[in-house]
């Protein structure tokens, strides 16, 4: 059992920056993929960006290339999303997700990943 828990959301501005956090705990964090998904209202969860086990290698959602980092620090079982020049369409309650089984690439599919946090909501508004 993989428990994760965010931290980090909150109402900004448009053009604002904001750091996610999620905290792990239960298995070896390494052995995990992890990723970030998106919620808003009425739409689908959608990939946000992803990162494999070792941190080599990332991937991200086309809407927010460029705009947010996804990093992770395996000593401290962390995995944070950094987000800059927020955007309207950026709200939504964003959650943290972990894959065991994906070794290499990270996957951008959320069916690949078992274990999910409550989420956090990030609100952009001027």
């Known amino acids: 059992q993989v428990r994760l828990v965010e931290s980090g959301g909150g109402l900004v501005q448009p053009g604002d920056s904001l750091r996610l956090s999620c905290a792990t705990s239960g298995r070896t964090f390494s052995n995990y993929a992890m990723a970030w998904f998106r919620q808003a209202p009425g739409k689908e969860r959608e990939f946000v960006a992803a990162i494999s086990r070792s941190g080599s290698s990332t991937r991200y959602s086309d809407s927010v290339q460029g705009r947010f980092t996804i990093s992770r620090d395996n000593a401290k079982n962390t995995v944070s999303l950094q987000m800059t020049s927020l955007k309207p369409e950026d709200p939504a309650v964003y959650y943290c997700?972990?894959?065991?089984?994906?070794?290499?690439?990270?996957?951008?599919?959320?069916?690949?990943?078992?274990?999910w946090g409550q989420g956090t909501q990030v609100t952009v508004s001027s």
């Open positions: 997700a972990a894959d065991g089984s994906t070794r290499g690439y990270p996957s951008t599919g959320s069916v690949r990943y078992g274990y």
